[in-house]
């Protein structure tokens, strides 16, 4: 079993920045992939970015690249997001997930990108 526990979420004025982190317990987390994912009010959720489990390989979602940045402590199990140049559009409820088939996910947390 996998825990996954998000936080760093919050409210910020356009053009800020955040960082999100991913706290995970419970299983080997260096092994997998790590993704974050976020869902807006009425739409479904999407993909924003993913790490492998070294590290090396990123990939983003079109609408985040250049701005978002992921990155993974896998001596301390934590999987980070950090978000600059924020857009009213990036507001959602962003969730960090992992395994093969993406079957764990956190609780996530709220980014309001308003003024």
């Known amino acids: 079993q996998v825990q996954l526990v998000e936080s760093g979420g919050g409210l910020v004025q356009p053009g800020g920045s955040l960082r999100l982190s991913c706290a995970a317990s419970?299983?080997?987390?260096?092994?997998?992939?790590m993704g974050w994912f976020r869902q807006a009010p009425g739409k479904e959720r999407e993909f924003v970015a993913r790490?492998?489990?070294?590290?090396?390989?990123?990939s983003y979602a079109d609408s985040v690249k250049g701005r978002f940045t992921i990155s993974r402590d896998n001596a301390n199990n934590i999987v980070y997001l950090q978000m600059n140049s924020l857009k009213p559009e990036d507001t959602a409820v962003y969730f960090c997930?992992?395994?093969?088939?993406?079957?764990?996910w956190g609780q996530g947390t709220q980014v309001t990108v308003s003024s």
């Open positions: 790490i492998s489990p070294s590290g090396l390989i990123t």
């Open positions: 997930a992992t395994g093969t088939t993406w079957n764990y």
């Open positions: 419970g299983r080997t987390f260096s092994s997998y992939f």
